[in-house]
């Protein structure tokens, strides 16, 4: 199982990102992948998560009607679409993957994870 994690940048507060976890050697139907994230200084935080087939989507409160998971399974992607980025939003972001077609929060339930990639939303 790999994962592969990219997209991050430098976004005004109110701007878009679009964030990429390309999956190897497994099939998404089989796994729950999360996005957490890390600010410096914090802990790594959950942030959102897309089950195994069927796919749900599940969201920290925090980022609830402004980021968005989706999949292509053509492509065993999945994205997080960010909108209305704001200052507090900023972080190194990192996938996980779990073998489960359950939501998982807690990061101690995933078994792989991608590298990280920065976020920064700054003017």
Not at 2 to 16: D, I, N
Not at 30 to 58: D, L, N
Not at 66 to 83: A, G, H, P, W
Request: net charge positive.
């Amino acid at each position: 199982v790999q994962l592969q994690a990219s997209g991050g940048g430098l976004v005004q507060p109110g701007g878009s990102l679009r964030l990429t976890c390309e999956a190897s050697r497994f099939t998404l139907d089989y796994y729950a992948i999360g996005w957490f994230r890390q600010a410096p200084g914090k802990e790594r935080e959950w942030v959102s998560c897309i089950s195994g087939s069927p796919a749900s989507t599940s969201y920290t409160d925090s980022v609830k009607g402004r980021f968005t998971i989706s999949r292509e399974k053509t492509k065993n992607t999945v994205y997080l679409q960010m909108n209305s980025l704001k200052p507090e939003d900023a972080a190194v972001y990192y996938c996980a993957a779990v073998a489960s077609t359950a939501h998982h929060t807690r990061l101690n339930e995933y078994d792989y994870w991608g590298q990280g990639t920065l976020v920064t939303v700054s003017s």
